[in-house]
DNA sequence: GCGGCCGATTTGTCTATTCATATTCCTGCG
DNA sequence: CGCAGGAATATGAATAGACAAATCGGCCGC
C-alpha cells in the first residue's frame, strides 16, 4: 500500500498515514479512534511513539484528546488558525450584528476567461465542472460583503445538490471539508459595475478585495472573490507562532 | 528561582525558560547551547525530556539542530513564519525591482492623541518614549508604501542611536529584535492630504492599509502603519497549517 | 604536505516501564 | 429514583537504556 518511501522514520510514516484518513474524509469529524494501546500494536510501534504521533497531530489541531475519554478526529478548522475569514456569518455575528445572505446567481458550468480573470485563477488545475455562485452578505440589513465564489465539484460533490439560496457556501464548505493550504490575496480596488451597484456605492470607491483559493492535497476546493466596502470593514489577524492551542 | 508555577509539568516550565533566554537576547542568535545531555543533568530531568523541549524548541523555529554539531540559537524569524511583510526591501528585491527609502520625519517624542489615531492605538501600554518615524519606500523609482512608524524605546533602546536615513526600520527590526505576537489590520481607504501628495495619488484613490502591532512578550515593540497604493500592490498570504518547517 | 578514512561525539529515534491525573462508569446508599 | 463516591481506564509525563545516523576531526599512508 503505502510503500514508495524508502527513508522514513516510524512515527513520520504513521503520522502521514493517519493526517491522510482525516483529510480524506475516511474519519470523519467526531470520529473516536482506537486507544494509544491498541493502535501502537497495529502499527507495530510501541506506546511512546504512537503517543508522540497523536500528540502531534493534536498539536496541529487535527486531533482532540481527553483522558480517559479517548481521541477523537477534531471537527473541521473553522477560524482555529491563523488567518482565516471562511465564515462571514460568524464573522459578522462576532460583530454582534445580524447576518442576511441573498443568493444572486447559481450555475454549474465549465470556468470561461472572464470568470478565471475575476476569480485570478491561470489555466491551472481544472477545466471540469465548478459550481458558479455570487451572493450578498448584508449586516444590519446594508451591504458587508460580495461574494464571488467557484466550486470545483470534482473535489467536492455534494455541493451539486446545495441549493444555497439560505446558508452562504462558505459557511457550509468550512463545515464540510478540510483544506490543507490556503492563499489569500489582498488588494484594494476602486470599485466598479455590477460590483458598485450591489454594494450600494459610487464608482471607483475605496473597496477591500480577497482573493482566496482553497486546496486540499491533490485539487483545490474553492477560489472565492471577496469584496468588502473600504471604510467600513477591517480586517484583523491576529499572529501568535509556535502557540498552536 | 522560577518558582511562582505551582502546577507545571517539567517540560514546559523548562520550554518557557529557555524560551525567555532566547527572547530577552541572554542567548544571542547563533549562540550555541549545551549538548542534551548536560542540560538535562542541569535542569535534573533526563535527556528524553530534555530532547523533548529541544525539538519542540526547534520545530517552532527558536533553535537549530544539527546531529554531531550540536545546538543553536536560530537567527530571528524573518518571513519564516506565515504572515509576514516585515521587511519590504525583501518585498520589492523578490519581485526583482530596484528599492529606495526616503526618510521624511524622525523624531523622538511621547505619543500625542493625533499619533495615536493615526497608528490606532488605544490608550493602551507606554507613555514613555518613542521613536518616531515617516518615510516613503520606492521601487523602480515609483511611489510604492508610505511608512509611519513608532517604535517603543523602552523595548528597543539600541534604537534612539539609529539613523533609518538608509535602512529602513522595518529591515533592521527584523534582524534584531524578535517577537512574539503579532496584529495586522488591514482594510481598504481613499487616500487623502498629505498622504496621497507623498504617493503621487489624486485625493480619493484607493489604498491598502496595513496597520501593524508587533509585541515582545511583555511590552509592545513598534506599531506601524503602511499605505499601499491600491492597485498597484497586492499582499499575498500563503498558508499551511501544521508544517512547520 | 595532502587527502582519504575511521572513530568519537552529538543528536535522532525507539522501546519498555512506571507513576500520575482526569474522566467515565457503575455501584450502592439514602 | 437519584445522587455520591469509588473503581476502572485512557491519556499525560517522565525515566533509563539502546541503537542508528550524521558529521567533525584527527590520524595515517602516501
Redesign the pocket.
Known amino acids: 500500500m503505502t510503500s514508495a518511501r524508502p527513508?522514513?522514520?516510524?512515527?513520520?510514516?504513521i503520522l502521514e498515514d493517519l493526517r491522510r484518513r482525516i483529510l480524506d474524509g475516511r474519519w470523519a469529524p467526531g470520529h473516536q479512534?482506537?486507544?494509544?494501546?491498541?493502535?501502537?500494536e497495529a502499527h507495530?510501534?510501541?506506546?511512546?511513539?504512537?503517543?508522540?504521533v497523536?500528540?502531534q497531530l493534536?498539536q496541529e489541531g487535527y486531533l482532540v484528546?481527553?483522558?480517559?475519554?479517548?481521541?477523537f478526529v477534531a471537527q473541521p478548522r473553522a477560524q482555529s488558525a491563523v488567518m482565516e475569514i471562511n465564515d462571514i456569518g460568524a464573522e459578522v455575528a462576532a460583530l454582534g450584528l445580524t447576518h442576511d445572505w441573498t443568493l444572486l446567481r447559481r450555475e454549474i458550468t465549465r470556468l470561461g476567461a472572464a470568470e478565471r480573470a475575476l476569480l485570478d485563477m491561470p489555466a491551472d488545475a481544472g477545466t471540469g465542472d465548478v459550481l458558479f455562485l455570487q451572493g450578498l452578505h448584508s449586516a444590519q440589513g446594508a451591504p458587508f460583503c460580495l461574494e464571488t465564489r467557484a466550486i470545483n465539484l470534482a473535489a467536492v460533490p455534494a455541493a451539486r445538490d446545495m441549493a444555497f439560496d439560505a446558508t452562504p457556501p462558505g459557511t457550509w464548505l468550512t463545515q464540510t471539508k478540510p483544506w490543507t493550504a490556503a492563499r489569500n490575496t489582498l488588494r484594494a480596488i476602486g470599485v466598479e459595475g455590477a460590483e458598485a451597484r450591489h454594494l450600494g456605492l459610487p464608482v471607483g470607491a475605496a473597496c477591500l478585495l480577497i482573493l482566496r483559493k482553497t486546496r486540499s492535497e491533490p485539487d483545490w476546493v474553492t477560489c472565492v472573490r471577496l469584496v468588502y466596502p473600504g471604510e467600513a470593514h477591517q480586517l484583523v489577524a491576529e499572529f501568535e507562532p509556535g502557540r498552536a492551542s
Open positions: 527513508q522514513a522514520t516510524h512515527h513520520a510514516r479512534l482506537d486507544k494509544e494501546i491498541d493502535l501502537a507495530g510501534v510501541s506506546r511512546m511513539t504512537m503517543n508522540k497523536l500528540t493534536a484528546r481527553r483522558r480517559r475519554g479517548g481521541t
